[in-house]
């Protein structure tokens, strides 16, 4: 079981910048892969950004080159840095940590979500 602990929404203007936090309850090397998912009203929750264990990256088109992401391995933390934030971008943001292999199967945990809002 992997509990996680985000942190780092808000409020924020047009072209403003937020950074969120996700603390996992394990140590990384145990996750596959974590990352952030966002959800806006009225729609299908999204990628966002993740990365792997062994740092490859995936990304959502629509925020690469404005944000990024980063872990720190011993605090079991992923960063997602926002920059030239949007109004689209606002949506309740999901941390995600993935646990299991091909052989064994994949486990999905989430954090409880923090709401980014962008408007002026």
């Known amino acids: 079981q992997v509990e996680l602990v985000e942190s780092g929404g808000g409020w924020v203007q047009p072209g403003g910048s937020l950074t969120l936090s996700c603390a996992a309850s394990?140590?990384?090397?145990?996750?596959?892969?974590m990352g952030w998912y966002r959800q806006a009203p009225g729609k299908e929750r999204e990628l966002v950004a993740v990365i792997s264990r062994g740092g490859s990256e995936t990304w959502s088109g629509s925020v690469k080159g404005r944000f990024t992401i980063s872990r720190d391995n011993v605090k079991n933390t992923v960063y997602l840095h926002m920059s030239s934030l949007k109004p689209e971008d606002t949506a309740a943001y999901y941390c995600?940590?993935?646990?299991?292999?091909?052989?064994?199967?994949?486990?999905?945990?989430w954090g409880q979500g923090t709401q980014v809002t962008v408007s002026s």
């Open positions: 394990q140590t990384y090397d145990s996750i596959t892969a």
């Open positions: 995600n940590a993935k646990t299991g292999s091909p052989r064994i199967g994949w486990t999905d945990y």
